[in-house]
């Protein structure tokens, strides 16, 4: 299996910082790498798909890039709402594996 | 707009096997370009994989699992279905259902969600 880490584990910034997310993949998974919010109690959404794509309906305040086995994820003004828990997810192998998250707080 | 909407018991006991249902709305099942699959999160922790099934039945399992799951599709209602057997309490999770972009006949994104459905294996 790829095992997808992802770091940090949690953080917290103010109000319109710029916030960044990585995640590391255990082999090389070419772009094959979406990103997806999840607020407390919601199922995740699909924020970014393919590494860099933005999905339909999302802010452009969000943005992703990477490719081989580095990835990052970037919120560039963070708002009260942006306030979840982020997942990387890799589709380069099976089975589809998620990273561990990362919770997001504002300080 | 795409709904998915899962539903079955909230409570199973150990050794019993978990069924959940989810039923698709405002959109066919029976899509070439989807597949259809199941996700799943202990309480406080992150996302674990379950499997994908596509409209034709073809699916694929998360190894882990794959000797306990079963997915099928009813083409005809409009949904899918999970069934896991000879569960513990480690099967204790939200379980979602999603819509996932196909990727060489097998899955990429999971773009649309359920709101998931609390399972607690206990007896």
């Known amino acids: 299996d790829i095992q997808m880490t992802q770091s940090p584990s949690s953080l917290s910034a103010s109000v319109g910082d710029r916030v960044t997310i990585t995640c590391q993949a255990s082999?090389?998974?070419?772009?094959?790498l979406n990103w997806y919010q999840q607020k407390p109690g919601k199922a995740p959404k699909l924020l970014i798909y393919?590494?860099?794509n933005l999905e339909t309906g999302v802010p452009s305040g969000f943005s992703g890039s990477g490719s081989g086995t580095d990835f990052t994820f970037t919120i560039n003004s963070l708002q009260p709402e942006d306030i979840a828990t982020y997942y990387c997810?890799?589709?380069?192998?099976?089975?589809?594996?998620f990273g561990g998250g990362t919770k997001v707080e504002i300080k | 707009q795409l709904q998915l909407q899962e539903s079955g018991p909230g409570l199973v006991k150990p050794s019993e096997t978990l069924s959940l249902t989810c039923t698709v709305s405002?959109?066919?099942?029976?899509?070439?370009?989807?597949?259809w699959g199941w996700i799943r999160q202990p309480p406080g922790k992150g996302l674990e994989w379950i499997g994908n099934?596509?409209?034709?039945?073809?699916?694929y399992y998360n190894p882990s699992l794959k000797s306990r799951v079963t997915m099928s599709v009813d083409t005809s209602k409009n949904q899918f279905s999970l069934k896991l057997s000879s569960v513990t309490a480690a099967d204790t999770a939200v379980y979602y259902c999603?819509?996932?972009?196909?990727?060489?006949?097998?899955?990429?994104?999971?773009?649309?969600w359920g709101q998931g459905t609390l399972v607690t294996v206990s007896s």
């Open positions: 999603a819509r996932v972009r196909r990727h060489y006949g097998s899955g990429s994104q999971f773009d649309y």
């Open positions: 405002g959109g066919s099942i029976s899509s070439n370009s989807y597949y």
């Open positions: 099934i596509h409209y034709s039945g073809s699916t």
């Open positions: 082999q090389d998974i070419s772009n094959y």
């Open positions: 393919d590494a860099s």
């Open positions: 997810q890799q589709y380069g192998n099976l089975p589809l594996t």
